[in-house]
């Protein structure tokens, strides 16, 4: 906690990532939360993914899944929790996990570039047709 001011504490939420870790449940009312909002510290693409796992999993492990974000990011660092979530949400892909794997991928390095549709179309080479299901389809038939 830091003082400012006319005295005003000022939080800060990386502090409080131990206790919300055993309490998922506070961080939506936490005081560092409110104040990193205001302070434009708040990435709203966190807001974002909250309301998705909210939304999809319930309010209390909506909850947990955001502060196993915020989380995260003891290891891997704000900027690179936020560009992840972005980009999450970009390839529209917002589950928790789909997070951790973008924080998972080694950093782009120069000279390689993702794999073109071109390159991708000569997996067609692979392409198998669908079974025939007809007489399978004729057993059921009787059964049902």
Known sequence: MKRSGRDRAKLDIEHYLDVLDKKPGALP?????????AL??????????????????GK??????MVDLLLLTKVHGWPAVKRAAEQALTL?????????????????TPGTAPLSPAEVGALSRYDRPLPEMSEYDALLGGVL
């Open 40 to 57: 434009g510290l708040w990435p709203e693409s966190f807001d974002r993914l909250w309301t998705l796992w909210q939304e999809r999993l």
């Open 92 to 108: 529209g892909c917002t589950d928790q996990s789909a997070v951790q794997c973008l924080l998972a991928q080694p950093p782009d």
């Open 29 to 37: 009312g936490a005081r560092p939360l409110s104040q990193w909002r």
């Open 60 to 65: 209390h492990a909506g909850n947990r899944a």
